[in-house]
């Protein structure tokens, strides 16, 4: 070959090389980005595990399914977490680790107002946007402009809590005159309980009973027969989901049955709770954030949904995802569209942004209001009846649960009084 004939070899060579590079060079930099880290605190063991886990699978698909479209700002995702065990006292030390020691970009919550106030003041300290997972009023007396709450009750959460409990009991013939109040002495029932003071004074009733039992406590049957001896037309619970079976489980062997009986009695909605209590459950009215209704078919719902039973079934966690994992996945699309929007991972910038703007979830329509909370409120009130045995696949749909309230999502009538529909069964 001629020196002219290598000379052009050698440079069809290196214009090949020089291509073969750039089209490389893309694919090999996005691999060596690192994952934008996503931090939190999660219940994997005691009290709220059966809750929390169900949390952590909803993060898991999101990230799977980010990841699948390339993540974020053409980086992975990365989900940094501990298990917090159930106990508030873990909580400062896991966040402070996270942003101090792992280094992660954002931060979220673990499940329930106990586990996301005590992160407050690290989170707050440290100038991080947040976000929580089913805390009730955790922001009422901060103000922290960061802060977001996946939560359904709106810009006054506290009285949202039980407001529509309170028109369902007051609509009732002849009109109730006394009222039981009870909760654990905690965050989240001292939260509650603020709320229902103010329900109470507007609906002019009568408090015969209102007390708050020990987070520790195990035998709630003085509970019962306490507020049994109070004899109140109307029995108001803000409960955690321990308590709540302690609860039901106490009032039916004491056969009480007072007029009208529920509230917000957090986990009746987890598959594992329901299970335990089956026709215990029958004729309570009490709080939930969604239910499979006709009324409530959000766009994308059932996709999430089908996405998470077969996951949760095998990994052993409440198969039917109704109560947590659709908020928690609705949450991070909150924040993947914020962060897609802005081209950022600034906290301020971020915060700016899903303060200013809606955003379409798998729960529906979000925007957030100055405190972080929901702009309108979209919690449902809800009524138990002919539940026959301990079965999950009697809850697949709501031919056992009514919604009562509110008036966009209803779905039938109350059975009145408490008695009547916890007899149903036997029909």
Do not use: C
């Amino acid at each position: 070959m001629t020196t002219l004939g290598m000379a052009r070899v050698r440079n069809a060579l290196g214009v090949a090389s020089a291509l073969l590079l750039l089209w490389l060079a893309p694919s090999a930099r996005a691999e060596d980005k690192p994952p934008i880290k996503i931090g939190f605190s999660i219940e994997q063991t005691g009290g709220l595990a059966a809750v929390g886990k169900t949390g952590l699978l909803a993060f898991q698909i999101w990230a799977e399914d980010i990841n699948k479209k390339g993540g974020l700002l053409g980086r992975q995702v990365q989900l940094v977490f501990y298990d917090d065990q159930s106990n508030p006292a873990n909580v400062p030390g896991i966040y402070t680790k996270l942003i101090d020691i792992d280094k992660v970009d954002l931060l979220v919550s673990s499940y329930a107002t106990n586990l996301v106030a005590p992160a407050m003041p690290i989170v707050m300290q440290k100038n991080r946007l947040f976000f929580g997972l089913f805390a009730l009023g955790v922001n009422t007396e901060f103000h922290y402009p960061k802060y977001f709450s996946m939560l359904v009750f709106g810009p006054d959460p506290k009285p949202e809590f039980s407001k529509g409990w309170f028109e369902i009991a007051m609509a009732q013939d002849p009109k109730p005159q006394t009222i039981a109040l009870v909760t654990a002495d905690a965050e989240f029932g001292r939260n509650a309980l603020d709320g229902a003071r103010d329900n109470v004074k507007k609906a002019g009733l009568k408090t015969v009973y209102d007390r708050a039992y020990p987070p520790t406590t195990v035998d709630y049957t003085p509970i019962v027969r306490a507020v049994q001896a109070a004899n109140p037309d109307l029995v108001y619970v803000a409960s955690y989901p321990p308590d709540t079976v302690g609860i039901l489980k106490a009032a039916h062997e004491l056969n009480y049955a007072p007029r009208f009986f529920g509230g917000t009695m957090v986990g009746t909605a987890a598959a594992a709770f329901r299970t335990q209590l089956g026709p215990l459950l029958n004729g309570i009215v009490v709080g939930e954030n969604w239910e499979p209704a006709k009324t409530m078919e959000f766009p994308g719902i059932w996709d999430f949904l089908k996405e998470y039973q077969p996951r949760a079934k095998a990994e052993g966690v409440d198969p039917l995802g109704y109560f947590l994992p659709p908020y928690a996945y609705a949450e991070m699309q909150v924040l993947a569209d914020a962060i897609t929007a802005t081209g950022s991972l600034d906290d301020t910038k971020l915060a700016d942004y899903i303060h200013g703007h809606p955003f379409k979830t798998v729960v529906g329509d979000i925007s957030f209001g100055p405190d972080g909370e929901w702009t309108k409120p979209q919690n449902l009130f809800v009524q138990y009846h002919g539940v026959k045995n301990n079965d999950i696949e009697q809850f697949r749909d709501d031919s056992h649960i009514t919604i009562l309230y509110p008036s966009q999502f209803k779905t039938g009538e109350l059975i009145a009084p408490y008695v009547k529909a916890r007899e149903a069964k036997e029909e």
